[in-house]
């Protein structure tokens, strides 16, 4: 049984859908659209379901909490997703928030909203903070609990100061996903 591929973004507002959207449609990849929402307003059951019909990977997912400490509706279903058998993780799109929850989780890699690669984490609006490999986040508190290979901190998707974008095309979004793509080794596995 093949798994599918999957990309899990921890953001789920408009900005982050339609961002989302065009970046899997850039890199010839599915967005399940119906996962976004603040804060996500289907199950992982019913996730993982729309996972499974989509007609070829990769397949990017999104999750919001809405604010929530700890393990809100998002991480829930983010959690769902992430352990289901018929799932692949290749990894994790980190967004940061301005949330005052304390939420954070450890980073490989930062894209800063210049497009640069930083071993720091990242702020809401793109720029490098004071943490090295980690990031505070919304929906991310779950994240250090599963088995992600690779973890892409960004800011805040589809804005990050009229960094990331439609109009510009998401270039950070879209840089975080081909980093995730390279790193995981998806390509070679093609």
């Known amino acids: 049984m093949e798994r599918r591929k999957v990309i899990l973004v921890t ?21 399940i659209s119906y996962s976004w929402g603040n804060p996500t307003p289907i199950s992982g059951e019913e996730i993982v379901s729309l996972v499974l019909q989509t007609p070829y990977d990769p397949v990017l997912v999104m999750f919001d909490d809405c604010g929530q400490r700890e393990m809100g509706l998002g991480e829930k279903a983010m959690k769902h997703v992430a352990t289901h058998p018929q799932i692949e993780v290749l990894g994790a799109i980190a967004v940061a928030s301005s949330t005052h929850s304390s939420e954070w989780t450890h980073v490989d890699v930062s894209v800063d909203r210049y497009g640069h690669l930083t071993e720091y984490g990242v702020d809401k609006e793109g720029l490098p903070d004071l943490e090295i490999g980690r990031i505070n986040g919304d929906t991310v508190y ?3 609990e599963l088995d992600i290979p690779v973890i892409v901190g960004v800011g805040d998707i589809g804005k990050m100061s009229g960094f990331d974008t439609l109009k510009k095309g998401s270039p950070i979004t879209k840089k975080a996903v081909e980093i995730i793509l390279e790193r995981s080794g998806y390509h070679e596995s093609r």
Request: net charge negative; aromatic share 0%; charged share 40%.
């Open 11 to 31: 953001d789920g507002d408009e900005h982050a859908r339609k961002s989302v959207e065009l970046v899997a449609h850039e890199i010839g990849g599915r967005c």
């Open 142 to 144: 779950i994240l250090d």
